[in-house]
C-alpha cells in the first residue's frame, strides 16, 4: 500500500492500493519533490466520478504506467470534495491549458514549489480519441522539464501571476443593485432556456437548481406567468425524466442528452439537496402534487440511504457497478416481469402497467436495457387500463415497492460515505424547511440529529468549522462554502424549533467568515480564511458551479441574520459582495443564480416576522401554519415563548414585543419598522400578501 492507506477520503482510498507511489497533498510531497527535483503530477477526482474510474484502471492500475510515474515525477493524488481550495485553483489551469475546457480527472503538472506549467484531464492507456497515450504525455513533460526548465519557470510564472489577477481585481461596477437588473436577468436566464424540453440549452443538460430557484421567486413576485410555465415545463421533464431514480427517489449528476433521458448514473447528496427544497418551494408555490411527491421520495431516499448513524448525510454513490455504468438502474421487460410476479393475485397487470408507465421496450433505450422514464402523462397511462389516476398512483407504489426490493438484490454502486460540512448544510437547510411545511416527524427528527452532529463534532467553540469526517476524524480546515451552507442549515433550523442555540451558532460562524474570510479590498470573501494553508495564490470563487458560489450564499445568510439582528455590519458586508457582481448578473444570469437570489433579498427586502407565543398551543400553531405552509423567499421568522426585553432578547428582532390582549402575536416588519401586530391568521395572510 501507498501513502494514502492512512487518509480518511474513500476516493483517496480507492487508489491506496496503486503501484503508483502515490503522496496526499502536503509538505512531504513538495519537499520530495524539491530534493529530487522532480516535476510534480497533481491528479484530482473524486469518488463518483465515472472517468476518474477508467483512467485509474487503465494507468493507475498499470505496472509499466505506475512505473513510469513514479520514475519520473512526485505524484499527488487529490480529492477535489475534500479540497474544493486547490481543486478551483488547478481547474483555472486546466481551463487555461483547454480553451476554457475542464474536467475530471485533473492532470496537473507542477513545479517543486506548486506552480502549475501543464494541465490536461483524462488521457488513455492508448492513444485514442485524437489523444496521446499518457505515457506519451509523462515522458513529454518529463523530457521538457529537464531540458526546457527555463521555458516552463517562465509559463509558470505567467499563468501563476495570472490566477492572481483573476483573484484580486475585481472591478467594481458603477452600477446599482436594483429592480430593472434582477429583471434583465430573469429575462435573460428565459431566453437561454428549451422550452420544448425545460432547462438550461442543450446536451449535455444539468438541472441548474439557483437559476430555477431565481425564475421561481421571480415569477411569483412579478405575477409572470411565462416565467413560471418554464420553471413547471423543466420540473416536470426532470421528474419524468431517466435523470429521475423512479424507483428509488433521487437525482442523478444530470443528462447526457438534451430531453433527460440518459443520465450519468452518479448521485450526489448537493444535487439532491437543491432539488429536494427546489421541488418543495414549487409546490408551496403551486400546490402541484408532482412536485411534493417527488421531494418526499428524495427525502425518503436521503434518510433511507444516505443518512449516517452519527446523524450526518454520505457524499454520494458511483455512477458504475460490477464495471458498468448504470447496470445497478437499469432494467429489461423480463426482469421487470420476474420482479412483478408476486404481484399476481392483487395486481394482475402490474407488469404490463410498468412497461407501460415506464416506456420500457424490448430493445430498450440503454445498451439494450431500460432507463426508466415517464414519457407520457400519468392521465393518458390510467386511461389505457381504465383506472382512475389515484388508482395508477396506488398501483405505482405497490410496484415501486418490489421493484426497489428485487433492485436491492443488485450489487450496488459505490458509497462515498465521508461528510461534509458544506452539503451537510445543505441538506440540513432543505430537511428543516421540509419539516416545517409537511407533517412529517421523520424529517424534523433527521434534521436535528443531522444538525446536532454538525455543531458537536464539525464546529469548535471559535466558530472554526473542519471540512470533513469519516470514521470518527473530524479534519481539514473548512472553506467558504462550508460556513454559508451551515448557516443557512442552522437558520432554518432555528425557524423550525426556535431553539436559541441555533441562532446562536449561525451568528458565531457568520462573525468568523467576517473576521478570518474577508477581502482586503472589501469585495466579499475568500475561500479560505487568513490562517488556512498558503497555497500559490487565495481563491476567491465569485460564479456558480454545480454549488452555489460561497460568496453569494455567504452574502444571502448576512442579509438573513441582518433582518434578524439589525445589526448593520451584516447587510453592509452583503453589499461590498454583491455589487461587483452586477456587471456578471446582467450578462451572464446562467453562472449567477445563487447571486441573484441574494440580490433579490437585498433589492426587495425580508419581510422580519417575530411571533410571541408558546409553539404547542393551537392559536400559535394556526399562526405558523400561515407563516410556514407558503412560498415566501423574502421572509424570516423568529419566535419568543413570551415578551422578552432588549437586555434578555438573544435576537434582537424579538425585543420588547408584547401580546396583544394576552393572545399569541404576530408582528411583521420590513428594515424593523412594523406593521399593527395580530393574533388572527387570517389578518396575518392579508397582512402578508400586502
Not at 11 to 39: M, T
Not at 527 to 546: C, F, K, W, Y
Request: glycine fraction near 6%; charged fraction near 25%.
Amino acid at each position: 500500500m501507498n501513502r494514502l492507506q492512512n487518509e480518511t477520503s474513500p476516493y483517496l482510498l480507492q487508489h491506496k492500493d496503486n503501484p503508483v507511489d502515490w503522496y496526499p497533498w502536503g509538505e512531504e510531497a513538495f519537499r520530495a519533490a524539491a530534493e529530487q527535483d522532480k516535476p510534480i503530477l497533481l491528479s484530482v477526482g473524486y469518488s463518483a466520478c465515472h472517468w476518474c474510474h477508467v483512467m485509474a484502471h487503465e494507468s493507475f492500475e498499470h505496472g509499466p504506467t505506475a512505473a513510469l510515474m513514479n520514475e519520473l515525477f512526485i505524484n499527488i493524488k487529490v480529492d477535489r470534495e475534500e479540497r474544493p481550495d486547490i481543486d478551483d485553483i488547478y481547474m483555472q489551469a486546466v481551463q487555461a491549458f483547454n480553451r476554457g475546457g475542464g474536467g475530471w480527472p485533473m492532470t496537473v503538472f507542477l513545479l517543486p514549489d506548486a506552480r502549475p506549467f501543464f494541465a490536461g484531464t483524462y488521457y488513455p492507456r492508448e492513444p485514442r480519441y485524437g489523444m496521446p497515450s499518457f505515457q506519451q504525455v509523462l515522458r513529454a513533460v518529463h523530457e521538457a522539464y529537464r531540458t526546457r526548465r527555463a521555458d516552463l519557470e517562465a509559463q509558470a510564472a505567467e499563468l501563476t501571476a495570472a490566477l492572481d489577477r483573476s483573484v484580486l481585481n475585481i472591478r467594481v461596477s458603477d452600477d446599482d443593485l436594483n429592480a430593472a437588473l434582477l429583471q434583465r436577468a430573469a429575462e435573460g436566464l428565459a431566453a437561454n432556456m428549451d422550452e420544448i424540453n425545460g432547462g438550461f440549452g442543450g446536451a449535455p443538460k444539468f438541472p441548474n437548481p439557483m437559476n430555477l430557484e431565481y425564475l421561481l421567486r421571480y415569477a411569483q413576485r412579478a405575477k409572470d406567468p411565462e416565467k413560471l410555465a418554464l420553471v413547471d415545463l423543466t420540473l416536470h421533464k426532470m421528474a419524468y425524466g431517466g435523470i429521475y431514480d423512479q424507483v428509488g427517489g433521487g437525482f442523478h449528476r444530470y443528462a447526457v442528452d438534451a430531453i433527460w433521458l440518459v443520465p450519468h448514473f452518479e448521485k450526489m447528496l448537493y444535487d439532491n439537496a437543491q432539488l429536494s427544497r427546489l421541488y418543495l418551494h414549487a409546490w408551496l408555490a403551486t400546490g402541484e402534487p408532482l412536485y411534493r411527491r417527488v421531494a418526499d421520495e428524495i427525502y425518503d431516499y436521503i434518510l433511507r440511504e444516505m443518512t449516517a448513524p452519527e446523524g450526518g448525510f454520505y457524499s454520494a454513490t458511483d455512477a458504475d457497478s460490477e464495471g458498468e455504468e448504470g447496470k445497478f438502474f437499469v432494467w429489461t421487460i423480463d426482469e421487470v416481469k420476474e420482479a412483478l410476479s408476486s404481484l399476481a393475485d392483487e395486481l394482475p397487470n402490474a407488469a404490463e402497467i410498468a412497461i407501460d408507465y415506464y416506456g420500457m421496450t424490448r430493445s430498450g433505450n440503454f445498451e439494450g436495457r431500460n432507463i426508466l422514464h415517464v414519457p407520457n402523462e400519468p392521465i393518458a397511462v390510467a386511461e389505457r387500463f381504465g383506472l382512475t389516476l389515484p388508482e395508477l398512483e396506488a398501483a405505482l407504489r405497490r410496484i415501486n415497492d418490489r421493484l426497489y426490493s428485487a433492485r436491492t438484490q443488485r450489487t450496488a454502486p459505490g458509497l462515498d460515505d465521508k461528510i461534509l460540512t458544506a452539503w451537510n448544510g445543505m441538506m440540513l437547510a432543505s430537511l428543516a424547511e421540509a419539516a416545517r411545511c409537511l407533517p412529517n416527524d421523520a424529517y424534523r427528527t433527521a434534521a436535528e440529529r443531522a444538525g446536532d452532529f454538525l455543531l458537536e463534532t464539525m464546529m469548535q467553540p471559535d466558530g472554526r468549522l473542519y471540512r470533513t469526517y469519516k470514521d470518527g476524524r473530524a479534519r481539514i480546515n473548512a472553506v467558504l462554502e462550508d460556513y454559508a451552507h451551515l448557516i443557512d442549515g442552522f437558520l432554518e433550523l432555528y425557524q423550525l424549533t426556535y431553539l436559541e442555540k441555533w441562532f446562536k451558532a449561525a451568528r458565531l460562524l457568520a462573525d468568523f467568515v467576517l473576521a478570518h474570510f474577508s477581502a482586503e479590498d472589501g469585495a466579499g470573501f475568500f475561500d479560505t480564511s487568513d490562517d488556512h494553508e498558503a497555497l500559490i495564490v487565495r481563491p476567491r470563487s465569485l460564479q456558480d458551479t454545480a454549488t452555489p458560489a460561497g460568496n453569494t450564499m455567504m452574502a444571502k445568510q448576512l442579509l438573513r441574520l441582518f433582518a434578524l439582528t439589525m445589526d448593520a455590519c451584516y447587510e453592509d458586508a452583503a453589499r461590498r459582495a454583491l455589487r461587483p457582481l452586477v456587471p456578471a448578473m446582467q450578462q451572464y444570469p446562467q453562472a449567477f443564480g445563487e447571486a441573484l437570489n441574494a440580490a433579490d433579498l437585498l433589492v426587495h427586502g425580508i419581510a422580519e416576522v417575530a411571533v410571541i407565543g408558546n409553539p404547542t398551543h393551537p392559536s400559535t400553531r394556526a399562526l405558523l401554519r400561515v407563516l410556514h405552509q407558503a412560498y415566501r423567499p423574502n421572509m424570516i421568522t423568529a419566535l419568543a415563548r413570551q415578551p422578552v426585553s432588549a437586555a434578555d432578547a438573544v435576537v434582537p428582532l424579538l425585543a420588547d414585543r408584547p401580546m396583544r390582549d394576552g393572545q399569541p402575536t404576530v408582528y411583521v416588519c420590513r428594515r424593523f419598522v412594523c406593521a399593527q401586530p395580530v393574533t388572527d391568521p387570517a389578518a396575518l395572510e392579508t397582512l402578508l400578501q400586502e
